[in-house]
């Protein structure tokens, strides 16, 4: 998927400052607050197919983003509000994430899997209106949980944020700083590095699963070798062996990764995985914390 950025004046002024990201990096349990989203993350994707079709790289994530923002943006006096086919589309190649055919099968997806539904009584057949059913929403709630349960190890205002993902209001006005500030396109913006994993079907969960898969006894993200087994690493995330070898070995040649043994599937995590790694959570842990604040703060007034 071709991403080009779109980033307001003001969404790239929040860039956190390289101390910030340092010093989320330097607390102690900033290993524990890894562990906590690598774990939490990769349990929701875990061998179920429906789940890695629509949610495990960071174009069909936003998707389903934009998806939540037309569906809580509804209302009953504007007929030009919610979710449709037709706005999710234009929404998609307005953020610049996806062309509109990819936007129309990833929502026809959507709907065949029930996590959008139409509108039972519209009061205009001709919008075929759609609304975000339960389980889609509620997937989304657990992702932000795996990170907001690793925010508040590791910042101050981290236990306000997760305390409000279980306030309805807090939801819709909490993704609207997201969408309305790029949240996606800021991280990679600052840490670019990451591209390699999260531009890539699966690589982000793969990602995390080498993040957690050292030793007992070793860091998080492990100092010493790991080993992966990549037909059970396709398996688990619903890509294919190929696809998962290639990135493996895109990640050495860009010295991320070095190899550990001769069997292909052990590997040293380098300083520059973990530097891409550590900042790209640190920069999303202050991100999330910033807006969460923001959607409190207006939740608050109203």
Request: aromatic residues 10%.
């Amino acid at each position: 998927m071709v991403w080009l950025s779109a980033m307001s004046a003001e969404a790239r002024s929040l860039k956190p400052s390289r101390e910030a990201i340092d010093q989320v990096r330097a607390h102690p349990r900033f290993p524990d607050a890894v562990r906590h989203l690598s774990t939490g993350f990769i349990a929701q994707f875990k061998g179920n197919r429906i789940v890695n079709a629509l949610f495990n790289d960071r174009g069909r994530l936003l998707i389903n983003w934009l998806a939540l923002y037309l569906h809580w943006s509804r209302s009953v006096d504007d007929p030009n509000s919610g979710l449709t086919a037709g706005r999710l589309k234009a929404l998609c190649i307005e953020h610049r994430c996806c062309s509109g055919g990819r936007a129309e099968a990833m929502l026809a997806l959507m709907r065949m899997f029930g996590y959008v539904v139409p509108a039972q009584e519209p009061a205009d057949r001709r919008l075929r209106l759609l609304f975000a059913a339960d389980k889609l929403v509620d997937a989304q709630i657990e992702r932000w949980r795996s990170y907001f349960g690793g925010m508040a190890m590791v910042l101050e205002d981290g236990q306000a944020a997760l305390d409000a993902l279980d306030r309805a209001p807090f939801r819709p006005v909490f993704t609207r700083e997201l969408i309305d500030h790029d949240f996606i396109d800021l991280v990679v913006d600052f840490v670019p590095e990451i591209r390699l994993f999260c531009e890539r079907t699966g690589g982000w969960l793969i990602m995390f699963t080498l993040c957690i898969s050292g030793s007992p006894d070793d860091s998080v993200p492990p100092r010493g070798p790991v080993n992966v087994s990549i037909s059970e690493l396709a398996r688990r995330f619903g890509v294919s062996r190929p696809h998962v070898r290639k990135l493996l070995n895109d990640a050495v040649a860009g010295g991320f990764l070095a190899r550990a043994g001769d069997n292909g599937e052990a590997f040293l995590l380098l300083q520059p995985f973990h530097d891409a790694v550590e900042d790209t959570i640190a920069t999303q842990f202050l991100l999330y914390t910033e807006f969460a604040g923001r959607a409190l703060r207006k939740i608050g007034r109203d």
